[in-house]
T-cell receptor
Framework: DAGITQSPRHKVTETGTPVTLRCHQT?????MYWYRQDPGHGLRLIHY???????DKGEVSDGYSVSRSKTEDFLLTLESATSSQTSVYFC?????????????FGQGTRLTVV | GENVEQHPSTLSVQEGDSAVIKCTYS??????FPWYKQELGKRPQLIID?????GEKKDQRIAVTLNKTAKHFSLHITETQPEDSAVYFC???????????FGQGTRLTINP
């Protein structure tokens, strides 16, 4: 498995509190992504990064922010958690090759907002 | 931007039968189409991919076909086994692009 670690693996938080999820990679891949997975919606892209300090929004970015100060770390922050943000969050990394863009996923973080 | 639609959302087949999952994409410039498998409680992992210069690709019991004109691609699993039970995701991207757009997923159940 690619060297990609998410922390925490599980978290329960209260509505209105800020939450930060961490993704750490040891593969030196250029691209990093945050997806959320919900039943019936598949994997939806929240934000992604194409280099240190270079980030862009995905399709469901409202209520989320990200930061990438080092190649190996990509942080996802829920500024003020809401119940609709209860989900499983996956970090992924990739490095474009001549074949395509294979993504390697972390183990996931199950977040519950109560 | 790219939009990927995946059908069916759930699929149940008898062990030994074949399963087919279909995806359509919107951006005619897309040229790389991977499929990911996610077992229960696990992370998604790449199982097969196809580039737009190829119409079909096989790997043992799984195959992917691509119809560029119709902008759809399909995953075929033959001689299904219990370990094929999982959620399958299709995706599409433009080679050299920075992100993958995923379909909604198909939960495949293999009945003994």
């Amino acid at each position: 498995d690619a060297g990609i670690t998410q922390s925490p693996r599980h978290k329960v938080t209260e509505t209105g509190t800020p939450v930060t999820l961490r993704c750490h990679q040891t593969e030196n891949h250029r691209y990093m992504y945050w997806y959320r997975q919900d039943p019936g919606h598949g994997l939806r892209l929240i934000h992604y990064s194409y280099g240190v300090k270079d980030t862009d929004k995905g399709e469901v970015s409202d209520g989320y922010s990200v930061s990438r100060s080092k190649t190996e770390d990509f942080l996802l922050t829920l500024e003020s958690a809401t119940s609709s943000q209860t989900s499983v969050y996956f970090c992924a990394i990739s490095e474009p090759t001549g074949r395509g863009l294979e993504a390697f996923f972390g183990q996931g973080t199950r977040l519950t907002v109560v | 931007g790219e939009n990927v639609e995946q059908h069916p959302s759930t699929l149940s087949v008898q062990e030994g039968d074949s399963a087919v999952i279909k995806c359509t994409y919107s951006d005619s410039a897309s040229n790389y189409f991977p499929w990911y498998k996610q077992e229960l409680g696990k992370r998604p992992q790449l199982i097969i991919d196809i580039r737009s210069n190829v119409g079909e690709k096989k790997d043992q019991r799984i195959a992917v076909t691509l119809n560029k004109t119709a902008k759809h691609f399909s995953l075929h699993i033959t001689e299904t086994q219990p370990e094929d039970s999982a959620v399958y995701f299709c995706a599409a991207t433009i080679q050299g692009a920075q992100k993958l757009v995923f379909g909604q997923g198909t939960r495949l159940t293999i009945n003994p």
